[in-house]
């Protein structure tokens, strides 16, 4: 394994001082450990404080792209500190450290992008004119069908904000993270039919950059950290998996929150559990879905089609549809950015707006699209902070964050099914596939249960439940009060970026489940 490195790092820091990586290659079985020393403490501050680029250097060549006809020009820097590792069966397999550094600038001219997007931070103010030309080019061969981009104005601010965790990623070390691993691995293995454990871990701190042309000039920073495993069972022919993950916005702290213990214990109960299930029924019945499915559901069947780019784009069966109701009045519906301790927040957007809660659905009505400034423009909306990039070599798409349905009145899980005399309550996913233009998914459950006479009866396993978005949606009849951020996530979408998602469990008065 390797880590990724800019491939001219020294030339980033060579105002302040020169510094050299070194890699050292420990070969052990099954583990490559990578060290990078930075031999000016100096240089090390910079990627995790203050500013990165040259901001003389960064203001000229924004006022050369304005000069040179531009409408629009903006310069993003992200410096990426990382640190993975993972063990196979108790084992340490890999332990990967790394620093990315990677630049992107964008210019608007004549209605169109131009985008350079490189790792070599000190040749990004050479590349104005090139960029330009790039744009002038896109903007020369639209189509008559094709929308000219225009972006919603937004307030310029000048400000640094810096997320601060209690106890910093980057000072934990390598046996710390392997200790916690293994607080997993050794209560999740306890019993002979478990053949095989996997735990892995990562972390990151992220800071940003940003200057436009307009005069928008932002510095921020925060962290993430994860740990999961996965338990794998067998019984003769039967072979079963089990995935457990924990994480979100924080330091060291979030994960030292977590009974570990707890957790692994959990996850070999579960996979055991599957390994006797029988197979789930097939057909139209009632559906309850603990939080982690009631949160796949909302993020990828709701607010997906809620993203303004697939809606301009005709890949949304929201297109049209802002102020109608299109679902059940229970069901209140919001995108937070800035709930705090979530893997999917962030305290600025990669194009310089403040984050803010997004309220898409208001009592089952249709009230907000995920934007960024050209959508938000397109659509004459306010832009709400929904762009987010990969990283620093990547441009912002229109994203979600910690998309979450907020409470209803039922107290507690038998509360909500007391009147059910035959349905599924399914927990987990395993992953699904959504047509957001259609409006249809397909997801699969982690495991489950029968719901029989108002109580859960017996496990079932390979649970898979489709159907369309909107009619589910309207067809969710109960939730209980307690709503919260379920196990945190990825999502795709060209790019990846981490997501959470949640809420209370649900009830729908009918799904198809096969």
């Given at each position: 394994?390797?880590?990724?490195?800019?491939?001219?790092?020294?030339?980033?820091?060579?105002?302040?001082?020169?510094?050299?990586?070194?890699?050292?290659?420990?070969?052990?079985?099954?583990?490559?450990?990578?060290?990078?020393?930075?031999?000016?403490?100096?240089?090390?501050?910079?990627?995790?404080?203050?500013?990165?680029?040259?901001?003389?250097?960064?203001?000229?060549?924004?006022?050369?792209?304005?000069?040179?006809?531009?409408?629009?020009?903006?310069?993003?820097?992200?410096?990426?500190?990382?640190?993975?590792?993972?063990?196979?069966?108790?084992?340490?397999?890999?332990?990967?450290?790394?620093?990315?550094?990677?630049?992107?600038?964008?210019?608007?001219?004549?209605?169109?992008?131009?985008?350079?997007?490189?790792?070599?931070?000190?040749?990004?103010?050479?590349?104005?004119?090139?960029?330009?030309?790039?744009?002038?080019?896109?903007?020369?061969?639209?189509?008559?069908?094709?929308?000219?981009?225009?972006?919603?104005?937004?307030?310029?601010?000048?400000?640094?904000?810096?997320?601060?965790?209690?106890?910093?990623?980057?000072?934990?070390?390598?046996?710390?993270?392997?200790?916690?691993?293994?607080?997993?691995?050794?209560?999740?293995?306890?019993?002979?039919?478990?053949?095989?454990?996997?735990?892995?871990?990562?972390?990151?701190?992220?800071?940003?950059?940003?200057?436009?042309?307009?005069?928008?000039?932002?510095?921020?920073?925060?962290?993430?950290?994860?740990?999961?495993?996965?338990?794998?069972?067998?019984?003769?022919?039967?072979?079963?998996?089990?995935?457990?993950?924990?994480?979100?916005?924080?330091?060291?702290?979030?994960?030292?929150?977590?009974?570990?213990?707890?957790?692994?214990?959990?996850?070999?109960?579960?996979?055991?559990?599957?390994?006797?299930?029988?197979?789930a029924p097939s057909g139209r019945m009632p559906l309850v879905a603990d939080r982690d499915l009631t949160g796949v559901y909302i993020h990828e069947a709701l607010g997906h089609p809620c993203e303004a780019d697939l809606?301009?784009?005709?890949?949304?069966?929201?297109?049209?549809?802002?102020?109608?109701?299109?679902?059940?009045?229970?069901?209140?519906?919001?995108?937070?950015?800035?709930?705090?301790?979530?893997?999917?927040?962030?305290?600025?957007?990669?194009?310089?707006?403040?984050?803010?809660?997004?309220?898409?659905?208001?009592?089952?009505?249709?009230?907000?699209?995920?934007?960024?400034?050209?959508?938000?423009?397109?659509?004459?909306?306010?832009?709400?902070?929904?762009?987010?990039?990969?990283?620093?070599?990547?441009?912002?798409?229109?994203?979600?964050?910690?998309?979450?349905?907020?409470?209803?009145?039922?107290?507690?899980?038998?509360?909500?099914?007391?009147?059910?005399?035959?349905?599924?309550?399914?927990?987990?996913?395993?992953?699904?596939?959504?047509?957001?233009?259609?409006?249809?998914?397909?997801?699969?459950?982690?495991?489950?249960?029968?719901?029989?006479?108002?109580?859960?009866?017996?496990?079932?396993?390979?649970?898979?439940?489709?159907?369309?978005?909107?009619?589910?949606?309207?067809?969710?009849?109960?939730?209980?009060?307690?709503?919260?951020?379920?196990?945190?996530?990825?999502?795709?979408?060209?790019?990846?970026?981490?997501?959470?998602?949640?809420?209370?469990?649900?009830?729908?008065?009918?799904?198809?489940?096969?």
């Amino acid at each position: 394994s390797t880590s990724k490195e800019s491939s001219a790092a020294s030339d980033v820091y060579k105002r302040q001082s020169r510094y050299t990586l070194k890699f050292v290659s420990v070969k052990e079985p099954l583990l490559y450990h990578l060290f990078m020393v930075v031999k000016s403490r100096q240089s090390e501050s910079h990627f995790s404080s203050g500013r990165i680029l040259d901001e003389d250097k960064i203001t000229k060549a924004l006022d050369m792209a304005t000069s040179l006809g531009a409408d629009y020009a903006e310069i993003r820097l992200v410096s990426e500190t990382t640190n993975t590792a993972s063990l196979k069966d108790g084992k340490l397999e890999r332990a990967i450290p790394g620093q990315e550094v990677g630049v992107t600038m964008r210019i608007l001219a004549d209605g169109a992008w131009g985008v350079h997007s490189t790792s070599d931070v000190a040749s990004i103010i050479n590349q104005v004119d090139s960029t330009f030309r790039l744009a002038k080019a896109v903007a020369a061969r639209r189509s008559p069908s094709q929308t000219i981009v225009e972006l919603a104005e937004v307030p310029i601010i000048e400000d640094e904000i810096h997320w601060k965790s209690q106890k910093d990623i980057r000072e934990t070390d390598l046996d710390k993270r392997i200790e916690m691993m293994l607080a997993i691995d050794n209560e999740a293995k306890d019993d002979d039919k478990i053949v095989s454990t996997a735990t892995g871990w990562s972390d990151e701190h992220i800071h940003t950059e940003l200057m436009t042309s307009e005069g928008m000039n932002r510095i921020w920073s925060f962290q993430r950290s994860l740990i999961n495993g996965m338990v794998t069972a067998r019984d003769g022919e039967d072979v079963v998996s089990y995935r457990m993950r924990h994480g979100g916005e924080g330091g060291l702290e979030l994960i030292e929150a977590c009974d570990l213990g707890e957790m692994g214990r959990n996850a070999k109960i579960s996979a055991l559990r599957l390994l006797t299930a029988e197979r789930a029924p097939s057909g139209r019945m009632p559906l309850v879905a603990d939080r982690d499915l009631t949160g796949v559901y909302i993020h990828e069947a709701l607010g997906h089609p809620c993203e303004a780019d697939l809606v301009a784009a005709g890949d949304s069966c929201l297109e049209g549809r802002l102020g109608q109701t299109i679902g059940s009045e229970i069901c209140t519906v919001v995108d937070d950015p800035t709930l705090r301790g979530g893997y999917g927040c962030y305290p600025i957007d990669d194009e310089g707006v403040d984050t803010r809660p997004k309220n898409l659905i208001v009592n089952g009505v249709l009230t907000e699209y995920l934007n960024h400034r050209e959508t938000a423009h397109r659509f004459d909306l306010e832009p709400n902070g929904g762009a987010r990039a990969q990283d620093g070599l990547h441009h912002p798409l229109v994203r979600m964050s910690n998309t979450v349905i907020q409470g209803g009145s039922h107290k507690d899980l038998d509360e909500l099914i007391e009147d059910i005399d035959f349905g599924i309550y399914a927990c987990g996913s395993r992953g699904g596939q959504v047509d957001t233009g259609r409006g249809s998914f397909q997801f699969a459950a982690q495991e489950a249960w029968i719901i029989e006479n108002g109580s859960l009866s017996r496990p079932v396993k390979d649970v898979s439940v489709s159907g369309m978005t909107l009619q589910i949606l309207k067809d969710v009849d109960g939730l209980t009060k307690d709503s919260r951020l379920a196990a945190p996530g990825f999502c795709g979408k060209g790019q990846t970026v981490p997501v959470g998602d949640g809420g209370p469990i649900m009830r729908i008065k009918e799904a198809l489940v096969g």
